[in-house]
């Protein structure tokens, strides 16, 4: 799957979870750049992500997340 | 994971407008209640659940009413996360028709909050309080094989609890709910576990099953987290990946269904559970298509497989009715077509005498709904209705939404779990007042059983220690009168229809004898269950105009101790000869030898099946039944009254 249609296909996950229409998520992007990521909305969009590509990851690769960008390629080395 | 269970499959899809509708509600400036309501019956996952809840507190915020859903305060005391659980909360609630505000302490701060009388949750003087706490919160270590360490440690942890308790009721007044605790799915012995004093799992059972009785002695709430676990597995219960990343105690996946349970017991509390359950006939109480398939051709066995699925609807209807559920039928079909199975299917479990209210006629299914209800002096919002056809179910939930309509799966095999699994007629308590509330219905059903036990039937009846009452037409009775009138079929000689102002008119005319006939028992008043009209005829006659009764008291003589208050009257009035017609109608063949039962002698009989009958008022002797009899307001009727 291409990084392009990641992004887009997480731009409404983040715009829903961190209740902001205009976020475009962007491969640098940290939860320090936006208001409502804290860690009870990361998860949350941890779930959401889950759910939308079909797949579960593990612990030590959520917690090995550090900017939008390490998702995507996550998401990538999956699919 | 997928499953009924889990995804609320009883109710319908969420719509593709979901999002729009919420943006919606929240632009507009209209009382929200009902359209949160109906966004909230939908099978929401944790997402939309938490964008619904948003809604509602926007709503609230800024001050739009939530009409129609009743408000409840919640407090949830946790060990875990609760941040998902409580948007889950308000949003199920919704759909139960509540208006939930929940108090959230912070985190893990249980005992803190319940002992400190100017607690957070204290002080918010909730409703309830929700104690969502599982294995972890409390002190439970493994004493492999010894039974005495074992008891304390029960009766430590239920210590626990109880003091929880005391200290809310003391510092707060608030119902407690308690949760029963799933055992975590690692076993260390295996199925010794189970049995091993001592062993968690052991030790949990004994614990779920001392907080049931506590729950059951005390009046607080019993939330049976333990059932909910063993139903969707234990293992998905209990994810763990999801403890460790954020401490939530059960699966997120499993917080939609959760909270759902959660409202239920709330929506209980509130007396907002179901009392009826209405069942669509062809295809869901039986397989196949009565008017077509005929009596031989509907699957209702043992040994067929579809026949089967259909009797597990009739099992759990029965089992329903058990517990004061009030049953009724509602079906597109011609009435005696639709009766015969009940009446001569061998198979059949449901019997006639377990319906209620019977509609089976060519209406639309919203109306006939509406008529249960009514009959049943029930509101529409306390219905359940049952049928496989998507159709017809959503005609019911865009015309009547707050009547419960269960979403079915394509196999009948399921349609019994499914309803279960919806939870409608969730209770917080079981007694005798429960059987009460279920009201003249269930009575029947005593009397039935009365019945099989006394010798005779007239044993039976004096056994029932019957009051019958009669008076003439009046203010007070006009109009369960008219309603009589109007909505009599079966036990109707003639079925004439009059409006209240008719009856008026009836109450006000002197030459016109009336009668109102109410009855009581020994389980409670039936209320009027009989009308009469008299109207004068030629040579001191009295032509019988209406005589109907409602057919909850057949069978008790009634009809027989009504002529006998009529001849009094009539004898009083100088009256020699009665006159009764029976005029045939599609559902009165019930009343087609009425009088001759009454010893009434045939004077005519024409080409619709219409019969004339006359009784000499002197000769006649009416055979009577025992109860006692009272006779009311009436003033002595003079002989110029008589036309």
Known sequence: MDAAEIYSRLTPIFQDIFDDDSIVPTAEMTAKDVDEWDSLSHIRMILAVEKEFSLKFSTTEVGHLEKVGDLVSLIQSRA | ?643
């Open chain 2, 1 to 643: 994971m997928k499953s009924l269970y889990t995804e609320l499959q009883w109710l319908p899809a969420v719509p593709a407008d979901f999002a729009a509708r919420i943006k919606a509600a929240g632009a507009s400036e209209q009382p929200l209640g009902r359209e949160l309501q109906a966004l909230a019956n939908h099978a929401l996952d944790l997402d939309q659940s938490i964008r619904l809840a948003k809604a509602i507190q926007k709503a609230r915020t800024a001050g739009h009413p939530l009409d129609g859903l009743t408000p409840f305060r919640l407090a949830v005391l946790s060990n875990a996360t609760i941040d998902f659980i409580v948007p889950a909360l308000v949003a199920a609630a919704a759909r139960h028709g509540i208006a939930l505000e929940v108090i959230q302490p912070s985190y893990d701060q249980v005992a803190q909050e319940a002992f400190t009388p100017d607690s957070k949750v204290n002080s918010a003087k909730p409703d309830a309080v929700l104690f969502a706490i599982d294995y972890r919160a409390v002190p439970l270590k493994p004493v492999f094989g010894d039974a005495e360490a074992a008891a304390q440690n029960v009766q430590g942890v239920i210590a626990y609890l109880k003091s929880l308790q005391a200290a809310i009721k003391a510092n707060s007044g608030a119902t407690c709910i308690f949760q029963t605790f799933a055992p975590p799915a690692e076993s260390i012995f295996g199925s010794l576990d189970r049995a091993l004093p001592g062993s968690i799992k052991n030790q949990l059972n004994a614990i779920n099953a001392q907080i049931g009785e506590f729950c059951l002695e005390t009046g607080d709430v019993l939330f049976d987290v333990d059932g909910l676990a063993q139903t969707v597995g234990i293992a998905d219960w209990h994810d763990v990946r999801m403890w460790n990343m954020g401490k939530f105690a059960f699966s997120p996946d499993l917080i939609p269904l959760y909270a759902d349970h959660v409202a239920r017991l709330v929506a209980a509390l509130r007396g907002k559970s179901r009392r009826c359950l209405i069942l669509d006939l062809d295809n869901t109480v039986w397989g196949g298509i009565i008017g077509d398939d005929g009596l031989e051709g509907i699957k209702i066995a043992q040994g067929d497989a579809v026949g089967e699925a259909h009797l597990a609807v009739q099992k759990l209807a029965l089992d329903l009715r058990a517990r004061g559920i009030v049953l009724a039928v509602c079906s597109k079909n011609e009435d005696e077509i639709a009766r015969t199975p009940f009446q001569s299917h061998p198979e059949m479990l449901l019997r006639l005498n377990h319906i209620a209210v019977f509609h089976a006629n060519w209406n639309d299914k919203a109306t006939n709904i509406k008529a249960i209800a009514e009959e049943l002096s029930l509101g529409i919002d306390a219905m359940v209705f049952l049928d496989d056809n998507p159709v017809e179910r959503g005609l019911v939930r865009k015309l009547l939404p707050s009547v419960a309509v269960p979403e079915l799966p394509e196999d009948a095999a399921l349609y019994a779990r499914t309803l279960t699994a919806a939870g409608y007629f969730e209770a917080v308590a079981f007694a005798s007042e429960d059987l009460k509330r279920a009201g003249y219905y269930q009575d029947n059903a005593r009397r039935v059983q009365l019945q099989k036990q006394v010798e005779g039937v007239d044993a039976y009846l004096a056994s029932l220690d019957m009051t019958i009452t009669f008076q003439p037409f009046n203010a007070p009775g006009r109009a369960r009168i008219a309603q009589l009138i109007n909505k009599s079929n079966q036990f109707n000689l003639t079925t004439r229809r009059y409006t209240e102002t008719d009856v008026q008119s009836f109450e006000d005319d002197p030459s016109t004898f009336t009668l109102q006939v109410r009855l009581a028992d020994t389980f409670g008043d039936n209320g009027m269950i009989s009308v009469i009209i008299c109207k004068p005829g030629s040579d001191a006659t009295w032509e019988i105009d209406t005589w109907l009764m409602s057919c909850r008291v057949l069978g008790r003589k009634v009809e027989n101790m009504v002529l006998a208050e009529i001849l009094e009257h009539a004898r009083r009035a100088g009256i020699t000869r009665l006159t009764g017609t029976f005029l045939p109608t599609e559902r009165n063949k019930l009343v087609i030898q009425h009088y001759a039962k009454l010893g009434f002698a045939q004077v005519s009989e024409d080409a619709s099946g219409r019969t004339e009958w006359a009784l000499d008022v002197a000769g006649a002797q009416p055979d009577t039944a025992p109860m006692r009899v009272i006779s009311q307001g009436f003033t002595p009727l003079k002989e110029n009254t008589v036309v």
